[in-house]
């Protein structure tokens, strides 16, 4: 065997490491949390006042404003995503 | 919260504002002839929930138009006093009808600025699609 392609080896086992996901440091990513939390909570007061209008326990303007809130939020999450994936698409079919 | 996010609140108030108004003018309208009634009077006051500025409207309490009431001549009615007159009520057809009309218009001028705000954000986000 190359003595090369051996060193090769022991070298991507040494820098490996470095590619791990590790914790950052408190506060960082905490945006996109939030952000997901806050879509997630949206999501679920719209769903409560709509069963709560079919009930007839709530305003149909509520019914109607929350309805808009959680469709922007979607488009919100959608349009953020697609982005994100585009850019995913580009690093991947980078020549290397 | 964005503004528009804010405006679309801002706006759904104003429209819940508005029906709750329809709804006394209706409640005078219906009860034009109750003797004794009086008509329902919507004041409108703003939210103030911590925030600078609030610009929340929500209807406050209802009071009472004061005025005096009709004096109908019926001697036959059952209220009828002596002078075979009894109360009638102080809603005025007219006014009633002024203040839906102008409840519907404050509506619509609401409704407008709630599917502007909505549409203003979503071509925001078209934006980022091409």
């Known amino acids: ?96 | 919260m964005s503004d528009l996010m804010k405006a679309l609140t801002f706006a759904g108030s104003g429209m819940e504002a508005q029906a709750s108004r329809l709804r006394h003018t209706t409640e005078n309208i219906a009860n034009a002839d109750t003797p004794g009634y009086r008509r329902k009077i919507t004041s409108f006051e703003s939210v103030l929930n911590g925030m600078p500025g609030a610009g929340e409207v929500r209807t406050g309490r209802v009071s009472l138009d004061q005025t005096d009431l009709e004096r109908i001549y019926d001697p036959s009615h059952p209220l009828s006093d002596d002078t075979g007159h009894h109360d009638g009520s102080n809603v005025d057809l007219v006014i009633e009808i002024a203040d839906a009309r102008e409840a519907q218009r404050s509506y619509e001028a609401n409704l407008r600025l709630f599917d502007q705000a909505r549409q203003m954000t979503s071509s925001l986000l078209d934006l980022l699609r091409r």
Do not use: C, W
């Open chain 1, 1 to 96: 065997m190359d003595i090369r392609s051996a060193l090769a080896v022991q070298n991507y086992a040494t820098a490996r490491p470095a590619t791990a996901p590790k914790e950052g440091p408190a506060g960082q990513g905490t945006g996109l949390t939030d952000f997901a939390q806050k879509f997630a909570d949206t999501l679920s007061e719209g769903e409560t006042t709509a069963k709560a209008a079919m009930t007839g326990d709530a305003d149909p303007h509520a019914l109607v404003h929350a309805l808009a809130e959680t469709e922007l939020a979607v488009e919100t999450a959608v349009t953020v995503r697609d982005k994100v994936v585009e850019a995913y698409q580009e690093i991947l079919r980078m020549p290397v």
